[in-house]
């Protein structure tokens, strides 16, 4: 198998590396879509690979997109992962990439070696903190952090620079050191999500006038704690408030949830995996508050997205979404009476104030700041891309920074 490596432009091919996107996938889904897309307008050539069940290879909006043959790994509700080394490296060859950005902190790490060797510029995004993610698996506060510390300054070691969308995010490599940190926020279309998207007709199909309407979206899976937004489901039940859940996600702690739902009668709907981009646009805007339990969010699309649609959003105080969503919404440790007591905070406040700040919150994040930080960790800003003529000494000067 052959794959063309023929340039389109004067721009930097930018390879991306990423695992554990499947088609119900979310906010990273969403960040390798919008970035790849920014990229492109900006001149330069993204070409994006990920694991999927058979070979394919195509143009889209956001550059060349494709996908390899990978194992699915169980228990993980449908995420498959490149373990081909071979395979990879050889495409790799192939592209002949001017710049390698790997989401992936665990399987594709051994890449930032490979980079070293090609003299290709090479960064490692932080989508998740690593401590963070071994605490929600069970690990001690104490093990987590030593057991991150080690990755941590392996990762920093072996990239050129480490991508993180936040402060929060950036805490674990400050703590080790780290000098090649650089931070670059996600973003949000604020066009695709606005308040506007309100359908009243959808509101009354999930919960009458006089029930507050929460809706969670998320990946059900250990790391987001889905359960926590059940838990303050019961919590307000058991206070008397009239309140209803809808969850928007699809994950392998599904059927266990809706067990719970069903044994304990909570008014909860599980609608699985929305597909459709304007039916979850127009949910979130029709909720009155929505929910983003994940204790190690590095930054929270989901909720951004909530927000740019008028609603506000009760987070995990642990994760990075109390530096995203500000003084628009709440944050609360991840127990179902503190979850709950910050959705009746949010719900004092009246419908316009809520909704207005939310979304004025979410004007801060548009993808163009979010894709000129990625370019200029790059070193790859718009104003500097390389011409036709200038291509291959631009290449030759980047790699020059590699050793």
Request: charged share 25%.
């Amino acid at each position: 198998m052959s794959f063309a490596t023929e340039r389109t432009g004067g721009g930097l091919r930018i390879v991306r590396l990423a695992n554990f996107v499947a088609p119900a996938s979310g906010g990273l889904r969403t960040a390798l879509r919008e970035l790849g897309k920014g990229f492109k307008e900006a001149g330069h050539e993204p070409v994006l690979v990920v694991p999927g069940d058979r070979h394919t290879d195509q143009e889209t909006e956001q550059g060349r997109v494709i996908t390899l043959p990978a194992p699915m790994l169980p228990g993980t509700g449908g995420y498959r992962v490149l373990t081909d080394k071979r395979r990879v490296a050889a495409l790799l060859e192939e592209l002949a990439p001017d710049r390698l950005e790997v989401s992936d902190r665990t399987t594709l790490r051994w890449t930032g070696k490979w980079a070293r060797r090609a003299r290709v510029p090479a960064v490692m995004v932080s989508h998740e903190t690593a401590d963070g993610v071994l605490r929600t698996w069970g690990l001690s506060e104490n093990l987590s952090r030593r057991a991150a510390d080690a990755l941590n300054i392996r990762t920093a070691h072996t990239y050129a620079r480490v991508v993180c969308t936040t402060e929060f995010a950036e805490r674990e490599f400050v703590r080790i050191g780290a000098r090649n940190v650089v931070r670059a926020p996600l973003g949000v279309d604020l066009e695709q999500r606005h308040p506007a998207l309100r359908d009243p007709a959808l509101r009354d199909r999930h919960a009458r006038g006089d029930e507050t309407l929460l809706v969670m979206c998320s990946r059900l899976s250990v790391e987001k704690r889905p359960g926590t937004a059940l838990d303050a489901l019961e919590a307000l039940l058991l206070r008397g408030r009239r309140v209803v859940l809808v969850v928007a996600g699809d994950g392998p702690l599904r059927a266990r949830l809706e067990q719970r739902a069903q044994e304990r009668r909570l008014p909860v709907t599980f609608l699985g995996h929305v597909g459709d981009r304007d039916l979850l646009g127009a949910l979130q805007a029709s909720a009155d508050v929505c929910l983003a339990p994940g204790p190690a969010e590095t930054f929270g699309l989901a909720a951004l997205e909530a927000m740019a649609c008028g609603t506000p959003v009760v987070a995990s105080a642990f994760s990075a979404l109390p530096e995203v969503i500000g003084s628009a919404g709440a944050t609360a440790v991840n127990t179902g009476d503190a979850f709950a007591d910050a959705i009746e905070l949010l719900m004092e406040r009246s419908e316009g104030e809520r909704r207005q700040a939310a979304r004025a919150r979410a004007e801060c994040f548009g993808w163009k700041n979010a894709v000129d930080a990625f370019l200029a960790a790059h070193d790859a800003q718009p104003d500097t891309a390389p011409s036709a003529a200038g291509d291959a000494r631009a290449r030759d000067a980047a790699r020059e920074g590699v050793r």
